[in-house]
C-alpha cells in the first residue's frame, strides 16, 4: 500500500508539450496514481499524436517512476496466489489454491455432478477415502447450516473445485464452506481446472490423487504416495460405522415434510445396519412410523433377530463390498428370516449374499442428476447416487429379479427376490434430487413388512 499523499487535482498530471518529451519531468506526480488513471491523463491531451504515442507515453512514465523509491511500498498481493498441489497417479500435476486445512492428504479423486447439495455430500460417510470434485462451477455461495447435516463429521479426504465463493447468502447460513472445513480439518483447494480433471477421469477412470500444501514435498514425493496408497480391498465401512447401538426417532422435520398421512401408516421396528448410512434415511423411516434401532456393521445377526424386528435395512457405506466379507456373512444369516431392503453399499451386500458378484466401475457414479428406469411400471426416476461398485446381474441365481436400472450405462439398480421378502436399491431413495421420485420406495418397504407380518 501507498504511503504517500495523492495530487489533489488531476491538473497537476496535465502534461505540456515539454513534458510529453521527458516524462522525467512529471514522473514523482505520476506514481501516486493507478496505472489507468495514468494512462486516461494522458490520453486526454494526445489525442493529435495518436494512440502509439500515448501507449509509449505510458510505458515510459512507468519505467521512470519506477526510478523513485522515497515512498513507502508494501509488495504484499492483495490476491491469493497458488500454494497447494493436487498429484495424480498418472504423474500429472494440478496447481490450485488452499482453503479449509492444510497439510498433505491421499485418496481417490471422484467427481460429482449434483449442482447443488455440497454440504449433504461434504457428510456423506460413503465419500471415506475420496476427494470429491464439484464439476459444478460455483461452490460455497450458501454456506453451510446444521440442518443439512447427513452424519455427524465428514469423512471424505478432501473437495476440489473451480471457484470457491468469496461471500454467502442464504437464510439458514450459519458458517463459511472454508471455515467449516477448517474446524473438521478437511482440505479444500479451488482455481484449478475441474473440467480437465473430469474429463481425465472419464477416460482413465478413477485416480488415486495427493492433495498437499507442504513446499516440503516435492512432485515426486507426493507421487510416489499415490503409486502406494490402495483403497480396493481396504474396509472402510469400520471406520464410519457407530460403535454401539441407538434408537433414532427423529422425523423429517414438517417443513419439509411431503407426505402428510404418515401418522395412519402402521408402527413397525426396523433395525438399521450402520455401514455409514445418513441421517436422512434414518428420517425417512421415523416418518413412516417406525422405531428404528440402528446397530453397528459388526452387529452379530443372532442379536438382530432377538430383537425381533418386522424388518431390517442394510444401510449405504463408503469403498469395496468384496473387502467386508464379515457383513456379507451378516447378510446371508437374517435373509429370509425376516423382509430387507439394501441402499448403496446394502445392495451390493445382498448382491454377494445371494450368490452374485460385484465389480469396480470405470468412475462411478456421483451426482444428483441420474436417471434411473423402473422395469416394474416403467417410470424414470431422477436420482442421487455415489457408489463406485456395481452388482453384475449375469451373475444372480434364478429368482432373483432387477427391477432397476441405471439408464445412462444399463447397470443394475434395484433388486428383489419375491420369496425371500427382499429388495435394494443402487441409488439413495431418501434424497430429493427428484424431488421425491424415489421416496415410494420406503413405502413399498412398509408394504413388505406388513404383508409378512400378517
Known sequence: MISCPLPTSLETLAPTAAAMENPLAVASNVRHLPRHKLFMSFAAHSKRSGMLQVVSVHQRVKAASSLYSDCDVDVQKPWKTADARLVLEDGSIWKAKSFGASGTQVGEVVFNTSLTGYQEILTDPSY??????????????????????????CFLAGLVIRSLSI???????????????AKRNIMGIYDVDTRAITRRLRQDGSLIGVLSTEESQTDEDLLEIAHKWKIVGVDLIS???????????QKT?????????QNQVENFHVVAYDFGIKHNILRRLASYGCKVTVVPSTWPATETLKMKPDGVLFSNGPGDPAAVPYAVETVKEIIGKVPVFGICMGHQLLGQALGGKTFKMKFGHHGGNHPVGNLRNGRVEISAQNHNYAVD????????????INLNDKSCAGLACAELNLMSLQYHPESSPGPHDSDPAFREFMELMKASKK
Open 128 to 153: 471415506a477415502g475420496q476427494f470429491v470434485l464439484m464439476t459444478n462451477p460455483h461452490i460455497g455461495n450458501t454456506g453451510v447450516n446444521p440442518d443439512d447435516e447427513e452424519s455427524s463429521q
Open 167 to 181: 461471500c454467502t447468502s442464504n437464510w439458514r447460513c450459519t458458517e463459511s464452506l472454508g471455515d467449516y472445513l
Open 239 to 249: 471406520g464410519v460405522s457407530c460403535k454401539a447401538p441407538f434408537v433414532w426417532s
Open 253 to 261: 422435520h414438517s417443513e419439509w415434510e411431503f407426505h402428510k398421512d
Open 393 to 404: 446381474p449375469a451373475s444372480l441365481p434364478a429368482g432373483v429379479e432387477v427391477t432397476h
